[in-house]
Every structure is written in structure tokens, then in C-alpha cells.
């Protein structure tokens, strides 16, 4: 599930919400599952959580680069 950030680069930004959505449902499994006592690596949490800040940085990067190119 977890891609690398060259491969989120070369994304447009529909995929990228596609990809901010899946991630973050992978989150909320991960958080039930560490709850319930059935995560065995709570480092996959951690990494789950970094790839929905990178991926909202890169949907960020491309809404100012777009505003920066109509002129606002």
C-alpha cells in the first residue's frame, strides 16, 4: 500500500486524494487493530501516518503551484 514519494510525485491530484483516502482508512485499521491487541508492528502506524503528511504535502504543493498559475 505504501508507495514511495517519487511514485506520489508523478501523481495527479486525483489520484493523490485516491491514494490520502486509502491511506487514511489503512490508519483508522491499523488504530482499531493496535486497540484490540492484534498489531503485532506498531511501526506500521507510524509509517502509515507519515505517508498521509507526505501525500497532503504533495496535494498542497500542487493547489499553490495551480493558484500560482491562474494568478491569485
Do not use: P, W, Y
Amino acid at each position: 500500500m505504501t508507495q514511495s514519494i517519487s511514485d506520489l510525485r508523478d501523481m495527479d491530484l486525483i489520484a493523490l486524494v485516491s491514494e490520502l483516502r486509502a491511506s487514511k482508512q489503512e490508519a483508522l485499521n491499523l488504530r482499531f487493530r493496535s486497540a484490540t491487541g492484534q498489531l503485532e508492528n506498531h511501526s506500521e502506524l507510524r509509517k502509515v501516518r507519515r505517508q498521509i503528511a507526505r501525500i497532503n504535502t504533495l496535494i498542497r504543493q500542487q493547489e499553490i503551484a495551480v493558484a500560482e498559475k491562474t494568478g491569485k
